[in-house]
């Protein structure tokens, strides 16, 4: 399975699964507070325009008064978004991608640039990590996946269209400060990882949404475990860092009187130091459903 790919569908923001139960299950779990019920939702930040969310999560969002995701979707706005993004992820003057990676590196990323259909030029003034987003991004697209079709997405339109808040977890300029916070190697590691996964994603990409839409933990649990195998320098502050800080913010939601529906990115809540594993030894029972 493509690590890079799966971190980014399924903890920022992209065939069958094993390991299917008779019972049916969906990324999704709610815990009760004193008065209220809090549902998590395990999002892919990518998904084909057809696909439609299942009625358990249409069910949790019709119980819900307000949503929480990553960021403050609703609010959002796209002039500032593409400021901040460039203000982190663009290199000073006197250098470039090439002068970062070294020739014969930056060689394989305009090879993979012109592959994806994408002149190599317009990545020349990126930092390593935005190189790689983007990459992997517009490979993403390029496998019939729509940004504008994601989880998120969907349910933001939905809150928009009834009038229902949204609030964030952390601001964008935390989330991007996070790749950009990488050190140089990390970077360029980062962006070599992301032109390997994508010479090898398309049918993967299928098991791992699969996995998604049948509620699958275990195998989610195990791509996870491979990624943080392969690259723990990228996964811990991505995905365990990220889940230990919100943890106080969602205890904070159970002593409200309005149900709540948590989006995260599905990594966030499978596997060791997850969300749920997080609350679940703080004594708080969570279901699935």
């Not at 019709?62 to 949503?67: F, G, N, Y």
């Not at 032109?195 to 275990?218: M, P």
């Given at each position: 399975m493509p690590k890079l790919l799966l971190l980014l569908l399924l903890s920022l923001g992209l065939m069958p699964a094993g390991g299917c139960a008779a019972e049916e299950h969906h990324t999704l779990w709610s815990l009760h507070g004193k008065s209220n019920?809090?549902?998590?939702?395990?999002?892919?930040?990518?998904?084909?325009?057809?696909e439609r969310l299942p009625p358990a999560v249409d069910q949790a969002y019709?119980?819900?008064?307000?949503?929480v995701m990553e960021i403050d979707m609703d609010d959002?706005?796209?002039?500032?978004?593409?400021?901040?993004?460039?203000?982190?992820g663009l290199l000073p003057q006197d250098r470039t991608l090439e002068s970062e990676l070294g020739t014969t590196a930056y060689a394989r990323v305009s090879e993979q640039a012109r592959q994806i259909g994408i002149d190599p030029a317009l990545l020349s003034r990126f930092r390593p990590w935005l190189a790689a987003m983007t990459l992997v991004q517009l490979q993403l697209m390029k496998q019939?996946?729509?940004?504008?079709?994601?989880v998120e997405q969907q349910l933001a339109a939905r809150a928009g269209a009834d009038g229902k808040e949204i609030i964030g977890l952390e601001t964008l300029q935390q989330q991007l400060g996070m790749l950009a916070g990488l050190s140089s190697e990390q970077q360029r590691e980062f962006?070599?990882?992301?032109?390997?996964?994508?010479?090898?994603?398309?049918?993967?990409?299928?098991?791992?949404?699969?996995?998604?839409?049948?509620?699958?933990?275990?195998t989610l649990e195990q791509l996870l475990a491979e990624g943080f195998e392969k690259y723990p320098d990228l996964y811990r502050p991505l995905t365990v860092e990220r889940n230990r800080k919100w943890i106080p913010s969602i205890e904070d939601?159970?002593?409200?009187?309005?149900?709540?529906?948590?989006?995260?990115?599905?990594?966030?809540?499978?596997?060791?130091?997850?969300?749920?594993?997080?609350?679940?030894?703080?004594?708080?029972?969570v279901t699935q459903h």
């Open positions: 019920t809090v549902y998590l939702l395990g999002s892919v930040h990518f998904l084909k325009p057809s019709r119980d819900a008064e307000k949503l959002l706005d796209p002039l500032a978004m593409q400021q901040t993004t460039m203000e982190l019939g996946l729509d940004p504008n079709a994601g962006l070599m990882y992301s032109v390997e996964d994508t010479e090898r994603a398309s049918q993967e990409l299928d098991q791992l949404i699969g996995a998604w839409r049948q509620g699958d933990t275990r939601l159970l002593d409200d009187t309005d149900d709540y529906l948590v989006v995260v990115g599905t990594l966030h809540l499978v596997g060791k130091d997850s969300v749920i594993e997080l609350l679940e030894r703080k004594g708080y029972k």
